[in-house]
């Protein structure tokens, strides 16, 4: 999918009054430019980043799709066990997510249907056969946790158009036609943009109802190969660790305590807004306690809630202009700088993506000595000298999240114990991605990349960090309770500081 496909032209011109009405246009990519399959009995919804029905743009489109061209309405959503570092606990927040779905489906009158995988070998066309009767299909525009390479795979083979659409961003990603280069850039056009995105929409239901027989034929259709619907939406949390631990995914990774799901994320919104968001300001970077930040980022990973629906909730709160402000350029600016990133960037978590003065000053400083090496299962496993890094990498493990601040100096330590940047880079993105919940997110990409340099100024120019703006663990105290923050996460083991030690 292009940057430069994410425009109106690529909309059909049936559908463009009413994507214009509503900000749709900058919101998405004509997929494949095939035309519609004017045979197919129904449209088809492929849920995929965008785990909800409330303020989900791309289901709203297929509404309107639906209505116009008489046509059921069918929303889809599938897991299966293949994707990088599948494990227990990434299945039981999207399956308790799903389940909250199935309910409000239920509860709404659409037509959902889940599909689980267990096995890598089990049947993987379920969608394929689907779209080989669809109209049209519609799906997220997502550029990361190869959401992206996967419509674009889906969409060359099935014979319909392919439509997705941004359900992330509050601004539409399309209004923005190339790669930011900085939070400075992006949040003046935000800003401008913000008020009238976030307005809530009036959601709609198809006029069509799907018939008993298309849903036996739907049902049919899954099965032919050994699948079969997952009865999600009366699933207990027993079935659902059950139905996990039948699959073929890293059950060395268990689920965390955190529950995923819309109405888990209404509800940490709500506590958050009403007691947290006050003294926001003043707390966000205090990692000693627990509910200085949102803890927001799994669900708006999970598509589970509306960025929009954060940002209103924020500003009705009556927290502080100073902690409002601080909050929403989190949820908005950065957010949204490092989704921008991602989907205009097509290796955008590849060194070679970084700025030319990045390039340039780790290319000057990689022989630089390292004050210390540490292999990967040294770093898993939380055992380096640094109690502070170790209670980061502990609290990732742990509870699939690490608190915004220490995560930075976790990052950036990165580079002082490995080889080089690619070594730094390789290990920061496998440890992310296979513990956190937010993992394979734009901003978890952001996140990394930044601690590279991304988005940053040249700072100086010292040993190993070159011009990258460095942050070490000797300083922190000076931002946050480091010893606190140790108690709460769990002590690290002791260990014996390293000579000549960079922090």
Sequence with gaps: ?????????????????????????????????????????????????????DENWGLRAAIRTADRVNRPLVIHQGLDPSYPYAADRHHTFILQGARDTARDAGARGLYYQFVLRPGRDDDRRVVDRLA?????????????????????????????????????????????????????????????????????????????????????????????????????????DADIAAAVHSCDIDHTVPAVPLVGGSAAAAERLAAFVSRELMPYADRRNEASVSDGTSRLSPYLHFGQIAPARVVRDARASGASPE???????????????????????????????????????????????????????????????????????????????????????????????????????????????????DGRDPNSVGGIMWCLGLWDRPWGNKPIWGGIRPMVTSRAKLKFDVAGYIRRVGRSPSATAAPGLLL
């Design 323 to 437: 902690s409002l402000d601080a909050f929403v350029q989190q949820a908005t600016t950065w957010r949204e700088l490092a989704y921008n990133w991602c989907l205009r960037t097509r290796n955008f978590d590849r060194l070679e993506a970084l700025p030319a003065w990045i390039q340039k000053t780790m290319a000057e400083h990689v022989g630089d000595p390292r004050p210390v090496l540490y292999d990967l299962h040294t770093l898993e496993s939380a055992q380096t000298h640094d109690a502070l890094w170790n209670a980061s990498q502990r609290e990732l493990v742990a509870h699939g999240v690490i608190h915004n601040y220490p995560r930075m100096l976790w990052g950036k330590t990165m580079l002082l114990w490995t080889p080089d940047y690619e070594q730094a880079r390789a290990h920061l993105f496998y440890l992310n991605d296979k513990y956190a919940l």
């Design 132 to 236: 080989a009767r669809a109209y049209v299909v519609i799906t997220d525009l997502f550029p990361t946790a190869g959401i992206r390479e996967r419509v674009e795979r889906f969409a060359a083979r099935v014979p319909c158009r392919v439509l997705a659409i941004d359900s992330v961003c509050t601004v539409p990603s399309g209004a923005f036609e190339k790669p930011e280069y900085a939070a400075r850039t992006i949040r003046p056009k935000i800003a401008k943009l913000l008020d009238h995105s976030i307005e809530p929409v009036a959601e709609a239901l198809p006029r069509v109802p799907v018939s008993e027989a298309l849903r036996a034929s739907l049902r049919a259709t899954v099965s032919e190969h050994g699948l079969s619907l997952c009865p999600i939406a009366t699933m207990s």
């Design 1 to 53: 999918m292009p940057s430069a496909t994410i425009r109106s032209a690529t909309i059909p011109h049936d559908l463009h009054a009413d994507y214009v009405r509503d900000q749709l246009v900058p919101r998405t990519v004509d997929v494949n430019g095939k035309t519609y399959f004017p045979e197919g009995e129904y449209v088809l919804y492929w849920m995929q980043s965008t785990q909800r029905l």
